[in-house]
């Protein structure tokens, strides 16, 4: 096991009828003047933002309002955002709605308090200083309401990149699995598999003896397995909603990925897809995580055991190992099939022919990137490949 | 999937060689006087108690200290550190060693603002305020470095009581896994009893479709049935050390125990014993931990045949699934047995002449204690009974 920090100090306010409390805790936390961030118009129309409204109006907090947030939130109405924050004395962000709106809040809380163009944080810069960000999640996926991460796609190229500092940990992010009902079973899907690709980027590692975080992963995935189907057969199902709702926290925490080497290759090769075609994070993941991991399961055949029959429920294969590890794979892109996600270019949407440009975009050049196993260009061409085509 | 808070706040510092950021972590939450908490001399004699009062002076801290805390840690000690902290203008204070060590520095960090007896918070009186706390952790076991929990033993009748609140949870947490490379055998499979035992009290709830917290209680106990055993064979084994002192943590933060009811009987008979004997509490839990489970096993018989073929590997036996669940807690004690561990009353060193007294200082009456099987004083004192009988 690496040496590793581990701080997640989010209060999580999780359960039925908990938006009510957003008032109390913005107060609790410092804040004064609030920014309410928001999506497209269900948030407004499903009640959710009157019910913020009216919860900040009796805790005695003003507030004003920035909706439009984007699925692969854009810098553009981040600068408005900021530019609102400042003319406005807003001292405290909340975000109501899922990972984009979040990632959005985070973007707008760097960019009030420095004097800079907030985009420098994404293109490397350590975040120095933020407003503090809290949210009302109403999408189980991203673990933003959990994560001191942030993902912002550059309109002028759409270039998608990331940052990431503890000062983005929300202060607390209130969690109502109701909220997320009303989700179309695509958008659930997409949500999951966002949630069991931050569980395999943190897996498949080279740091050996790791066995807590490994079980901690397992028991996120075994989880996911468990649960998504039934709420793809009944989206009210509230203990299936609950379950996979709190399963996406712990696995954007990162408390079942300390003390390891981490992947994050395939969020690398996925950030392309979705900023060239702007498709679903999640419905990328499902085409990018099955193929990396038919590219890269050789450099370790014996951890992708431990997954087949861990986690897939697999018969470890004694005599051929690989047959094991294949297998487990295989199970996996049936298992994205079966709740509805596409498994290759043509069901994504994606074309093959866009390749070259995907990896330019990729930006690796003569390098490699690091992580599980590194990769090149020539690697990199090879997974969208196998992307391409896979079938089950 | 009952509704919940989850706020676990501390910064945990693991690895290698981190007790030498004791002074950077004490100044960056705030602290300018500490008082430097110990047990017997074994903290100064390997150098560590001198290791962390060079980081503080390096840092520019100022401190006083306070050795002498003993297993089991008692109110009178407890009144001594508030009384020197107040003559000393302590503002934070720093536990350096165990359970034990943690829970008196909690005690004393409520009793130095309190006006009245901090004995008060063991009695049932909410925690209003408390100075800060952090912690040098030297044995993977009580998981006070992470919990808001604190178990105080009043020397007045061996009374052992314990308070909880978010305000006792730790600014931060120095977990080095060498450090506990020097335990005993039996303390540190004491330790790992606790851990393990900590999980089993969250396992068994009546609440029902909790899949996600049932998947992370089982990462933790298969954590332990692995790396305990590489431990007591190899006390220098760093690698099982890291593993066990993490999910040490993770079993006690509450995140495999939020949204669902929990037990906790287990820890109230087996405190009756460690309060009457002076036993180490692991090795009380030992015993009492299988013999509660084999007499609340009828009230879910399936809860228990998830726990034997999840946890314990046993093939389910579809046409006596009772069996299944006797044949899991079979292998949990004998687990236990495997490490070191008493299971029976002799080899604790308790008597069974003394159940009434024990069921007496529990103090039941006519009542009945709630979790997972409500009991009352006879069953009670069944369960002692079978405790004081256990073999394999």
């Given amino acids: 096991m690496e040496n590793f920090n581990f701080y997640s ?18 107060k609790k936390y410092g804040g004064s003047k609030v920014l309410i961030h928001y999506g497209g118009g269900s948030a407004v129309k499903s009640g959710l933002i009157g019910k913020v409204k009216k919860s900040l109006d009796e805790a005695g907090v003003k507030y004003c309002e920035l909706g439009g947030v984007q699925p692969n939130p854009r810098d ?22 899922g990972g984009s709106v979040i990632d959005s809040a985070k973007a707008i809380a760097i960019g009030v308090p420095y004097d800079g163009d907030f985009w420098d944080m ?13 949210t009302v999640l109403t999408i189980a996926a991203a673990g933003s309401e959990g994560s001191g991460d942030s993902v912002i796609t550059k ?4 270039l998608k990149r990331g940052t990431g500092s503890d000062l983005l940990r929300p202060k607390f992010s209130i969690m109502e699995p109701t909220l997320t009902q009303t989700l179309p079973a695509y958008q659930t899907a997409c949500g999951a598999t966002d949630i069991m690709a931050h569980v395999f980027e943190r897996y498949f590692t080279n740091t050996t003896e790791v066995e807590i975080t490994d079980r901690l992963c397992e028991a996120v995935l075994l989880t996911m397995i468990k649960e998504t189907p039934r709420v793809i057969a009944d989206p009210d199902n509230y203990e299936a909603r ?68 861990r986690v897939f429920g697999c018969q470890m294969n004694f005599e051929d190992p ?39 975009k990729f930006g690796i050049g003569d390098g490699r990137t690091g992580g599980f196993m590194q990769l090149d260009a020539h690697d990199i061409t090879e997974i969208y490949k196998i992307a391409a085509h896979a079938s089950l």
């Fill in 122 to 134: 994404y293109s490397g810069k350590p975040v120095g200083k933020a407003l503090p960000v809290a």
């Fill in 155 to 158: 309109e002028d190229g759409m």
């Fill in 9 to 26: 100090p989010t209060e999580f306010v999780f359960g039925k009828d908990r938006a009510v409390e957003a008032g109390h805790f913005v």
């Fill in 242 to 309: 609950a379950n996979i709702m709190w399963a996406g926290t712990v696995a954007h925490t990162n408390i079942c990925g300390v003390g390891r080497q981490q992947d994050w290759n395939s969020h690398g090769l996925e950030h392309e897809l979705s900023g060239l075609y702007d498709v679903a994070h999640g419905a990328g993941l499902a085409v990018i995580m099955p193929a990396w991991m038919e590219y890269v399961h050789k450099h370790n055949v014996m951890r992708f055991c431990q997954m087949a029959t």
């Fill in 322 to 360: 690989e047959a094991t590890a294949l297998e487990g794979i295989h199970r996996f892109r049936a298992f994205l099939k079966s709740i509805g996600m596409p498994i290759n270019f043509t069901e994504l949407g994606a074309r093959e022919e866009d390749i070259p440009a995907l990896v330019e």
């Fill in 76 to 97: 553009t109405l981040v600068y408005k955002g900021i530019d609102l924050c400042r003319a406005e004395g807003v001292d405290f962000i909340l975000a109501v709605g």
